[in-house]
């Protein structure tokens, strides 16, 4: 251990050699220098590094407490032990107060207390210099913040704040002081209430229930301000910083406005628009109002922008936008849905009522817009739909989008309401829907099988899965009533996947001649584009042990044309299984022949359509004909649906074409009656008497126009149909339109022109 210097101010020169003797009786090294007034012990002091100074308080030159302060001042990290007499034990105390750190009395001096009372001084003096350098660096730490920051007790009153918090400007900005509430930081609108929620917040903190607590508000100058209030770890306390995010706020309101509105116009888009439409519905159940949908479409915009172009496009966007606010009220809903389509929405409003401001809107927006001084014509057609809390916002737009197809068709610039019917319709989907929902939950999903053919002898080659769902009352319900349900609604890929699963199960059970027959599942759109649509199947062939090569695949032409990419990816991966794949209906779909070319497909299934038309309507003949040609040039197989006549098979066998299914062979049957189908549909095939050929009724003129001019449009057939119908149009057979027919109709009309 080295010697402990010690400094000796002491005036006695007799206190001083006692006090000095003392020390060097004792068993530690001490080195001791003498000093006898205040100015001496101040030249020893800088002319040498000291460990402590032992300090008698009565000096030729200082007395009392002077001479502690006068040496702290100095020296604050030399450590001090007071000197003093039997009768200074007060004065003792205040040099302790001013830092010195320990006193002994000359009247009780051994070498022991002294020593003793050195090392403590040195000990309390090192820790006493650690923590005020700790204090130092941690109000430098705060200081250094940028933001504002102040350390509040446990009831929220602020102990202390940051430079940032003190050097605020008065007035515009958030500041607190010693001794003020928590809650002046807050200085948004309802003071009482909002700032009790930063006193939760700390109590939240303090007491656990959160590791941090953060509120954003907006104070009345535009500034958001950011409070985090997190706990002082052994304290009841909190730091409670404050920072401006008022940048940050508006650069998030900025990408959600830009998101949710259209960029050219400023109205509200698509999303945003559906977005409020669903906060309408959901006021609408509560209210019992309706929702009224406006959908406008500007006649002959491409026109505009051809010949004029885009800018004058756009001026017109933006003018009808204009328009189309000028005449609507601050709750309603003003959007820009696509290029030239607007939508206004209107909450709880009437029927009547919706129809009287449709009319004040297309009246506003109908007339010219002026492009570089030329007035410009500009009209819009507009459909109406109004919906109830039943309504989704999806429907009640399709349903607008339809009458404005409509209004369209009818020569524009005018107005058109979606059909009464719309309502019954909603109702009985969303029937339906609970009955396919309800039967995938009940494992009331049954699979019927109807035969396959070979034309010419009726023998079986193999049968095909067809989906029915029994209700609770027993009833059989037919794929016609839920399939399009099914499939908007997605329950068609659980619904899909059961059937699938069924029907590998029960046809891998078979037994004898049926045991060889293939079988054919439908798969629809919405399956095809699972991204595990094959895992699916594969799973399905590996429960039931069905071979591969016995299963069929049906997907629909519209499956194929709609996401081609998609649907080869996926039944090329298929192909990979060892699956064979159909595409069924075909000649419905548009498809360009050089699908097939591209396709991993194998056969071709002739929809029913033509099958039933191809005796009376040389069109469908001419479908049939080269369906068949063009199946049998490519090496594909062929299958004819919905054969229902000898006569028909007659002609199809001329034709050329292998395979049918039908009603003339057998019905689709549960599969425990599946055997004795099988048996009844073996038969020659009788020569024919021929017969003179009707023409089928052709279409209505004006209404082919119709839907030439709506599919020009881009309306879907499904649209054309439904319009249609609205009109009270019937199909040539007095029948109602399906999408189908539509579709059927245009595929002749265009084949013919
Ligand atoms: P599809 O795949 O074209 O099935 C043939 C439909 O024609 C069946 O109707 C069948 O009963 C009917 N049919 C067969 N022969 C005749 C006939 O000679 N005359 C008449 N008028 N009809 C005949 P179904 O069972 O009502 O099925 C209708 C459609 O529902 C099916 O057409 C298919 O697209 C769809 N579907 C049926 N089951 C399923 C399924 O499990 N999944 C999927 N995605 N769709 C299915
Ligand atoms: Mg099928
Ligand atoms: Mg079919």
């Given at each position: 251990?080295?010697?402990l210097r010690?400094?000796?101010?002491e005036d006695?020169?007799a206190d001083a050699?006692?006090?000095?003797a003392?020390?060097e009786?004792?068993r530690?090294?001490?080195?001791v220098e003498h000093a006898?007034s205040?100015?001496?012990?101040l030249?020893?002091?800088s002319?040498?590094?000291?460990d402590?100074?032992?300090?008698?308080?009565?000096?030729?030159d200082?007395?009392?407490?002077?001479?502690?302060?006068?040496l702290?001042?100095?020296y604050?990290?030399l450590?001090l032990?007071?000197?003093?007499?039997?009768?200074?034990e007060?004065?003792?105390l205040?040099?302790?107060a001013?830092?010195?750190?320990d006193y002994?009395?000359?009247?009780?001096?051994?070498?022991?207390l002294v020593l003793?009372a050195?090392r403590?001084a040195?000990e309390?003096?090192?820790?006493?210099?650690?923590?005020?350098?700790a204090?130092?660096?941690?109000a430098?730490?705060?200081?250094?913040l940028?933001?504002?920051?102040?350390?509040v007790?446990g009831?929220g009153?602020?102990l202390a704040?940051?430079?940032?918090?003190?050097?605020?400007?008065?007035g515009?900005l958030?500041t607190?002081?010693?001794g003020?509430?928590?809650?002046?930081l807050?200085?948004g609108?309802?003071?009482?209430?909002?700032?009790?929620?930063?006193l939760?917040?700390?109590?939240d903190v303090l007491?656990g229930r959160r590791?941090?607590?953060?509120?954003?508000?907006?104070?009345?100058?535009?500034v958001w301000?950011?409070i985090?209030?997190?706990?002082l770890?052994?304290?009841?306390?909190?730091?409670?910083m404050t920072?401006?995010?008022t940048a940050m706020k508006?650069a998030?309101?900025?990408?959600?406005r830009?998101?949710?509105?259209?960029g050219?116009?400023g109205?509200?888009n698509?999303?945003?628009?559906?977005d409020?439409?669903d906060?309408a519905?959901v006021?609408?159940?509560?209210?019992?109002?309706?929702?009224?949908?406006l959908f406008?479409?500007?006649?002959?915009?491409?026109g505009?922008?051809d010949t004029?172009?885009?800018?004058a496009?756009d001026?017109v966007?933006v003018?009808l936008s204009?328009r189309?606010?000028?005449?609507?009220?601050?709750?309603?809903t003003v959007a820009?849905v696509?290029?030239?389509e607007f939508?206004?929405?209107?909450?709880d409003?009437?029927?009547a009522?919706?129809r009287?401001?449709?009319?004040?809107?297309?009246?506003a927006v109908?007339?010219t817009?002026?492009?570089?001084?030329r007035?410009?014509p500009?009209?819009?057609?507009?459909?109406?739909?109004v919906?109830?809390?039943e309504?989704t916002?999806?429907?009640?737009?399709?349903?607008?989008?339809e009458?404005?197809?409509a209004a369209?068709?009818h020569g524009?610039?005018?107005?058109?309401?979606?059909?009464?019917?719309?309502?019954?319709?909603?109702d009985?989907r969303?029937?339906?829907?609970r009955?396919?929902e309800?039967?995938?939950?009940?494992d009331r999903l049954e699979?019927?099988?109807?035969p396959v053919?070979?034309?010419a002898t009726?023998r079986?080659?193999?049968?095909e899965?067809?989906?029915?769902?029994?209700d609770?009352?027993?009833?059989?319900?037919s794929p016609?009533?839920?399939?399009?349900v099914?499939?908007?609604v997605?329950?068609?890929v659980?619904?899909g996947a059961a059937?699938?699963?069924?029907?590998?199960a029960e046809a891998?059970?078979w037994?004898?001649?049926a045991?060889?027959?293939?079988?054919a599942?439908?798969l629809s759109t919405?399956?095809l584009?699972?991204?595990?649509?094959?895992?699916?199947?594969?799973?399905?062939?590996?429960?039931?042990?069905l071979?591969?090569?016995?299963?069929?695949?049906e997907?629909?032409?519209s499956?194929?044309?709609?996401?081609?990419?998609?649907?080869?990816?996926?039944?090329?991966a298929?192909?990979e299984?060892?699956v064979?794949t159909?595409?069924d209906?075909?000649?419905?779909?548009?498809?360009?022949?050089?699908?097939?070319?591209?396709?991993p497909v194998?056969?071709l299934k002739?929809?029913?359509?033509?099958?039933?038309?191809m005796?009376?309507s040389?069109d469908?003949?001419a479908i049939?004909?080269s369906?068949?040609?063009l199946?049998r040039d490519?090496?594909?197989?062929l299958?004819?649906e919905g054969?229902e006549?000898?006569?028909q098979r007659?002609r199809?066998v001329q034709l050329?074409?292998?395979?049918?299914?039908?009603y003339?062979?057998?019905?689709?049957?549960?599969?425990?009656?599946?055997?004795?189908?099988?048996a009844?549909t073996e038969r020659?095939l009788?020569p024919?008497?021929?017969?003179?050929?009707r023409g089928?009724?052709a279409?209505?003129?004006?209404v082919?126009?119709?839907?030439?001019?709506?599919?020009?449009?881009?309306a879907?057939?499904?649209?054309?149909?439904?319009v249609?119908?609205?009109e009270?149009a019937?199909?040539?057979?007095g029948?109602?339109?399906h999408?189908?027919?539509?579709?059927?109709c245009?595929?002749a009309?265009s084949?013919?022109a």
């Amino acid at each position: 251990m080295t010697g402990l210097r010690v400094l000796l101010v002491e005036d006695s020169l007799a206190d001083a050699d006692l006090v000095t003797a003392l020390l060097e009786e004792g068993r530690v090294p001490v080195l001791v220098e003498h000093a006898p007034s205040l100015s001496g012990a101040l030249t020893a002091l800088s002319a040498a590094p000291w460990d402590v100074a032992l300090v008698d308080l009565s000096l030729p030159d200082a007395w009392g407490l002077d001479v502690v302060e006068t040496l702290r001042a100095a020296y604050p990290e030399l450590p001090l032990v007071v000197l003093t007499g039997l009768e200074d034990e007060t004065m003792a105390l205040d040099a302790l107060a001013s830092g010195a750190q320990d006193y002994v009395s000359k009247s009780e001096l051994t070498p022991q207390l002294v020593l003793r009372a050195l090392r403590y001084a040195c000990e309390r003096a090192r820790a006493d210099a650690a923590a005020r350098r700790a204090a130092r660096l941690s109000a430098a730490l705060l200081d250094g913040l940028e933001a504002p920051t102040c350390a509040v007790d446990g009831a929220g009153r602020v102990l202390a704040v940051n430079k940032p918090m003190r050097h605020q400007s008065e007035g515009s900005l958030l500041t607190c002081e010693p001794g003020d509430d928590l809650s002046v930081l807050w200085r948004g609108e309802s003071p009482e209430a909002e700032a009790q929620l930063l006193l939760i917040g700390l109590r939240d903190v303090l007491e656990g229930r959160r590791p941090r607590f953060e509120l954003e508000y907006e104070a009345p100058d535009d500034v958001w301000w950011s409070i985090r209030i997190t706990p002082l770890p052994a304290e009841t306390g909190a730091v409670v910083m404050t920072v401006d995010v008022t940048a940050m706020k508006r650069a998030q309101q900025e990408l959600r406005r830009a998101a949710l509105h259209d960029g050219l116009t400023g109205l509200p888009n698509r999303t945003l628009l559906l977005d409020r439409m669903d906060q309408a519905f959901v006021h609408t159940a509560r209210s019992g109002g309706v929702v009224a949908a406006l959908f406008l479409d500007v006649d002959r915009f491409k026109g505009v922008n051809d010949t004029l172009g885009h800018a004058a496009g756009d001026r017109v966007l933006v003018e009808l936008s204009h328009r189309l606010l000028r005449v609507s009220r601050a709750t309603d809903t003003v959007a820009r849905v696509s290029g030239d389509e607007f939508v206004v929405v209107w909450v709880d409003t009437s029927e009547a009522g919706a129809r009287t401001r449709s009319e004040r809107v297309v009246a506003a927006v109908n007339g010219t817009v002026e492009i570089e001084g030329r007035e410009v014509p500009v009209t819009a057609s507009a459909g109406l739909a109004v919906g109830t809390a039943e309504t989704t916002a999806e429907e009640l737009l399709r349903a607008a989008d339809e009458a404005m197809y409509a209004a369209k068709s009818h020569g524009g610039a005018r107005l058109d309401m979606a059909s009464t019917e719309l309502r019954a319709q909603m109702d009985r989907r969303r029937r339906v829907e609970r009955l396919v929902e309800e039967a995938l939950e009940d494992d009331r999903l049954e699979v019927h099988y109807q035969p396959v053919v070979q034309l010419a002898t009726g023998r079986p080659t193999g049968v095909e899965a067809l989906v029915r769902v029994r209700d609770r009352d027993g009833r059989l319900v037919s794929p016609g009533e839920f399939i399009e349900v099914a499939e908007r609604v997605g329950l068609i890929v659980p619904m899909g996947a059961a059937v699938l699963d069924k029907a590998c199960a029960e046809a891998a059970s078979w037994s004898g001649n049926a045991a060889a027959l293939t079988v054919a599942v439908n798969l629809s759109t919405r399956q095809l584009a699972q991204p595990d649509v094959v895992a699916t199947v594969e799973a399905s062939l590996r429960r039931s042990g069905l071979a591969a090569d016995r299963l069929v695949l049906e997907v629909t032409e519209s499956a194929v044309v709609e996401d081609a990419e998609a649907a080869l990816r996926a039944m090329t991966a298929l192909k990979e299984l060892g699956v064979r794949t159909a595409i069924d209906d075909f000649g419905t779909g548009y498809s360009s022949f050089l699908y097939l070319k591209r396709f991993p497909v194998d056969l071709l299934k002739i929809d029913r359509s033509f099958v039933a038309g191809m005796l009376e309507s040389p069109d469908d003949a001419a479908i049939v004909a080269s369906v068949v040609r063009l199946g049998r040039d490519v090496g594909l197989g062929l299958i004819a649906e919905g054969v229902e006549t000898e006569a028909q098979r007659h002609r199809l066998v001329q034709l050329g074409c292998t395979d049918a299914q039908g009603y003339l062979f057998a019905r689709p049957v549960p599969a425990d009656e599946l055997a004795a189908a099988l048996a009844g549909t073996e038969r020659p095939l009788e020569p024919q008497p021929l017969r003179p050929r009707r023409g089928r009724p052709a279409v209505d003129r004006a209404v082919l126009a119709r839907m030439h001019q709506m599919y020009g449009h881009g309306a879907s057939t499904h649209t054309i149909a439904a319009v249609l119908n609205g009109e009270g149009a019937l199909n040539p057979e007095g029948r109602r339109w399906h999408a189908h027919t539509v579709g059927r109709c245009l595929a002749a009309s265009s084949a013919t022109a």
